[in-house]
């Protein structure tokens, strides 16, 4: 007579979660990076998201070149881009303008906007040597430094 078979209830093992699942960014990360995006550059956001104790997916800290990814993945568009090209306005999300803008606004040129710069005449940012130059110019500040527009008189004949 054969005998009988008995089956045992093994208790459920949970699956690990796949890698993607895993080292996905969490929801929270994405809904600050969105709330910070328009008026921070992603440097800033980074610096941010540090101080805030938030994590990448993997664990580690923020750099400028994982949020630009986030940013990306998720179409979050960049307030404050680093190159001027990216603001048709010559104005980015945070109110600084770039030097050329400033320098049409100002009736001055760029060099003149860099000199002021230098000087700490005008609050300029350049993220790298030699690279795009962002200005701060509250509308009391743009009355003070404003130049007069040249008038060209005809000739007379």
């Not at 664990?59 to 998720?74: A, L, Q």
């Not at 307030?79 to 090209?85: N, T, Y």
């Not at 860099?114 to 005008?122: F, P, R």
Request: glycine content about 8%; hydrophobic content about 35%.
């Amino acid at each position: 007579m054969p005998a009988s078979i008995t089956w045992i209830a093994l208790p459920k093992i949970a699956r690990p979660k796949r890698v993607a699942d895993a080292k996905r960014t969490a929801p929270a990360v994405i809904t600050r990076i969105r709330a910070l995006a328009p008026t921070h550059t992603d440097e800033q956001i980074a610096s941010c998201l540090n101080a805030e104790g938030f994590r990448s997916g993997s664990g580690g800290t923020f750099s400028t070149s994982k949020v630009e990814w986030i940013r990306y993945v998720y179409h979050i568009k960049n307030g404050c881009p680093r190159g001027p090209a990216a603001c048709p306005t010559g104005q980015r999300g945070d109110g600084r303008y770039s030097a050329r803008a400033a320098a049409t606004l100002l009736n001055v040129t760029v060099s003149t906007i860099a000199d002021w710069c230098q000087s700490g005449k005008l609050d300029g940012v350049q993220a790298v040597p030699h690279g795009p130059r962002w200005v701060v110019l509250p509308p009391e500040l743009i009355t003070t430094l404003r130049k007069p527009q040249p008038q060209h008189w005809g000739r007379h004949k």
